[in-house]
C-alpha cells in the first residue's frame, strides 16, 4: 500500500539550512512534491520532482531523492522566519489530475 | 483571479446532522479534489470530480459523497456525522492533464 512518513518536528536556527526527510512506500510513484501549509491556511505546492530525477533546485530549495531507498529530502538554505511552517511531502503518479498521499507533516521551527 | 474558494470557513454541527461544503475551483480548472486533514495529520483525499463524475476515490465511507456542478464548483456531502469526522476540509483544483493542483483555505468542520 501506499504510506509516507515524516518526523514530525524540526527546529533550524535563523540562516541557517533546514533539511526535512521524507520516506514513501510506493515504488510506483511517479512524481513527490513537497507542500507548505502555515497556519489557518491551504496547501502550497513548493517544489516537485519526477521519479527519474535524483535533484532539482529551485532558489533556496534543493530536493534530493533517492528511488533505491524511496528517500526524499528538502534543503532549505538561509532558513528565514517566514519559512516557520508544516511541510508536507506527498506521493502521487499522474501529475495534476491524481490522488495525492500526503505524509503526517513536519513542523518547523525558527530560532531566532 | 480568486482562486480556490471554499465555502463556510467554519462550521459547527452536531453528532447524526449532515453537513455540505462548498468548492469554486480557480478560473479555468475543471477538476476537483476533496481531502480531510485530522488535526495533527497530514490530507487524506476523499474523492474527485471530473466532467460532473467521481473519477477516483479514497478510502472513505458512503457517507461522504459529492457533487459537480456544470460550471466546474463542486459540493461534499456528509450524512450521519460522527465526531471523528470533525476536521479541515481542503478542496483542490486543476486543469486536466499535467497541471499543478492549487488548494483552497478549507472549511473547518467541528462536530460536537
Known amino acids: 500500500g501506499e504510506d509516507v512518513e515524516q518526523s514530525l518536528f524540526l527546529s533550524v536556527r535563523e540562516g541557517d539550512s533546514s533539511v526535512i526527510n521524507c520516506t514513501y512506500t510506493?515504488?510506483?510513484?511517479?512524481?513527490l512534491y513537497w507542500y507548505k501549509q502555515e497556519p489557518g491556511a491551504g496547501l502550497q505546492l513548493l517544489t516537485y520532482?519526477?521519479?527519474?530525477?535524483d535533484m532539482k533546485q529551485d532558489q533556496r530549495l534543493t530536493v534530493l531523492l533517492n528511488k533505491k531507498d524511496k528517500h526524499l529530502s528538502l534543503r532549505i538554505a538561509d532558513t528565514q522566519t517566514g519559512d516557520s511552517a508544516i511541510y508536507f511531502c506527498?506521493?502521487?503518479?499522474?501529475?495534476?489530475?491524481?490522488?495525492?498521499?500526503f505524509g503526517t507533516g513536519t513542523r518547523l521551527t525558527i530560532i531566532p | 483571479d480568486a482562486g480556490v474558494t471554499q465555502s463556510p470557513t467554519h462550521l459547527i454541527k452536531t453528532r447524526g446532522q449532515q453537513v455540505t461544503l462548498r468548492c469554486s475551483p480557480k478560473?479555468?480548472?475543471?477538476?476537483v479534489s476533496w481531502y480531510q486533514q485530522a488535526l495533527g495529520q497530514g490530507p487524506q483525499f476523499i474523492f474527485q470530480?471530473?466532467?460532473?463524475?467521481?473519477?477516483q476515490r479514497g478510502n472513505f465511507p458512503d457517507r461522504f459523497s459529492g457533487h459537480q456542478f456544470p460550471n466546474y464548483s463542486s459540493e461534499l456531502n456528509v450524512n450521519a456525522l460522527l465526531l471523528g469526522d470533525s476536521a479541515l476540509y481542503l478542496c483542490?483544483?486543476?486543469?486536466?492533464?499535467?497541471?499543478?493542483?492549487?488548494f483552497g483555505q478549507g472549511t473547518r468542520l467541528t462536530v460536537v
Open positions: 506527498a506521493e502521487g503518479k499522474d501529475f495534476g489530475n491524481e490522488k495525492l498521499t
Open positions: 510506493d515504488s510506483s510513484s511517479t512524481y
Open positions: 520532482i519526477f521519479s527519474n530525477m
Open positions: 478560473s479555468g480548472h475543471d477538476t
Open positions: 470530480y471530473y466532467e460532473e463524475e467521481e473519477r
Open positions: 483542490a483544483s486543476c486543469r486536466g492533464g499535467n497541471t499543478e493542483a492549487f
